[in-house]
């Protein structure tokens, strides 16, 4: 069974169909990318999976709890957890203070049972890990507004796996970035995978193609195909979608 089920999914800005009966889904494990061109619908389908945005119409299933309807944070509580375009990090706190405010958000109810001293303790050592687990553990004490974009990036993602989802949603983590900080993302991510599904909207098709496992492509707001990154790269109704800047990116990155 899939871990994720959208099932005719429906989105309408007045007259615009911007999410027109869309089903997909997302297996376990998998990192499943989602691109297509701009105005696809690739931040729209992410916002009514995220609670952000309502339905219309559909249903969305996050393994096998009905998620239509509810708010944003009780998806959070089933789950689902994201990365937005812009960084939610709090730029004034460092790094260290960032994380451990978000392992304490996500603190469950067997650290109430723990005595403060050990509480802070358990809150701090998983904080640490956290630091560990996207490569700031040496800019704990930096003030967060002062790291490098690509080292705020990592940042976010930390925030949004201190919820230990089952499902990561990353809405373009490689926006803006450079080709050094674009490659150590796509290692972040690789890392990430063991412990949770991702589901990745991202231009880069480079690193697309060597993160995704299977591929959907949007266009005006309907899915197009989905495959492996073989089968997307000779779709000729992908190329011809495609046609102009991206399709030479494409091309760069087959
Ligand atoms: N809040 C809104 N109100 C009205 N129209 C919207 C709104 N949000 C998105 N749209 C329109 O819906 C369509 C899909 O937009 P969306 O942002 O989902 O595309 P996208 O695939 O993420 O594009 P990009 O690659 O540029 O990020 C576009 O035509 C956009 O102008
Ligand atoms: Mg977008």
């Given at each position: 069974m899939s871990l994720l089920v959208a099932n005719q999914l429906v989105k309408r800005f007045g007259a615009l169909l911007a999410t027109d009966h869309v089903s997909f889904a997302v297996d376990r494990g998998e990192v499943h990318a989602l691109i297509g061109p701009n105005g696809a619908g690739k931040s729209t389908l992410v916002n009514l999976i995220s609670g952000l945005l309502s339905a219309d119409a559909g249903t969305l299933v996050l393994d096998g709890v009905e998620l239509t309807g509810l708010p944003p944070h009780r998806r959070v509580a089933c789950g689902l957890s994201r990365c937005f375009q812009v960084t939610s990090i709090f730029p004034q706190q460092s790094v260290g203070e960032n994380l451990l405010l978000a392992v304490q958000a996500h603190a469950g109810s067997s650290f109430r049972m723990l005595r403060s001293r050990d509480r802070d303790a358990a809150l701090h050592a998983q904080a640490r890990d956290l630091a560990r687990r996207v490569h700031l553990e040496s800019e704990w004490l930096r003030t967060a507004g002062t790291l490098p974009h690509g080292a705020?990036?990592?940042?976010?993602?930390?925030?949004?796996?201190?919820?230990?989802?089952?499902?990561?949603?990353?809405?373009?983590?490689?926006?803006?970035?450079?080709?050094?900080?674009?490659?150590?993302?796509?290692?972040?991510?690789?890392?990430?995978?063991?412990?949770?599904?991702?589901?990745?909207i991202e231009h880069d098709m480079d690193a697309v193609f060597q993160l995704a496992d299977r591929i959907s492509v949007l266009v005006y707001g309907k899915v197009l195909t989905c495959g492996t990154a073989q089968e997307i790269k000779a779709n000729p109704q992908v190329q011809e979608v495609y046609l102009g800047s991206e399709a030479d990116a494409m091309e760069a990155a087959a």
């Open positions: 705020q990036r990592k940042l976010d993602v930390a925030l949004a796996i201190a919820a230990r989802p089952k499902l990561l949603l990353l809405d373009e983590p490689m926006a803006g970035m450079g080709p050094v900080e674009s490659a150590e993302m796509v290692r972040l991510i690789r890392s990430l995978r063991q412990d949770m599904a991702i589901l990745l």
